[in-house]
């Protein structure tokens, strides 16, 4: 079994940055592809993007550019660093793990996911 936590949520205004932060368990870590989804009120759960265990990244296009996702396999944490924030991006944030897994994976492929982090963006 394995543990994700988010947080670093918060409220933001426009053209602002944050930085959400998820910690996960197991001493496999680095193995880890993550992923980043969000859930707008309303709406359906959308990919943000993932880091796979070697560190190559893919995103959404439309959080490209503005958002970087990064990790550390010492801490065991993944990070999204999201600037230049627009009021579409107000969500709850969902951190999620797929031990083992590579590729591009889509939601169904992580087995682990966090209870989220919100976001809110002010216009």
């Known amino acids: 079994q394995v543990q994700v936590v988010e947080s670093g949520g918060g409220l933001v205004q426009a053209g602002g940055s944050l930085r959400l932060s998820c910690a996960a368990s197991?001493?496999?870590?680095?193995?880890?592809?993550m992923g980043w989804f969000r859930q707008a009120p309303g709406k359906e759960r959308e990919f943000v993007g993932t880091?796979?265990?070697?560190?190559?990244?893919y995103y959404a296009d439309s959080v490209k550019g503005r958002f970087t996702i990064s990790k550390d396999n010492a801490k065991n944490t993944v990070y999204l660093q999201m600037n230049n924030l627009k009021s579409e991006d107000t969500a709850v944030y969902y951190c999620?793990?797929?031990?083992?897994?590579?590729?591009?994976?889509?939601?169904?492929?992580?087995?682990?996911w966090g209870q989220g982090t919100q976001v809110t963006v002010s216009s």
């Open positions: 880091i796979s265990s070697g560190g190559s990244t």
């Open positions: 999620a793990a797929a031990p083992g897994r590579v590729g591009v994976l889509q939601a169904y492929d992580f087995t682990y």
């Open positions: 197991g001493r496999t870590f680095s193995t880890y592809t």
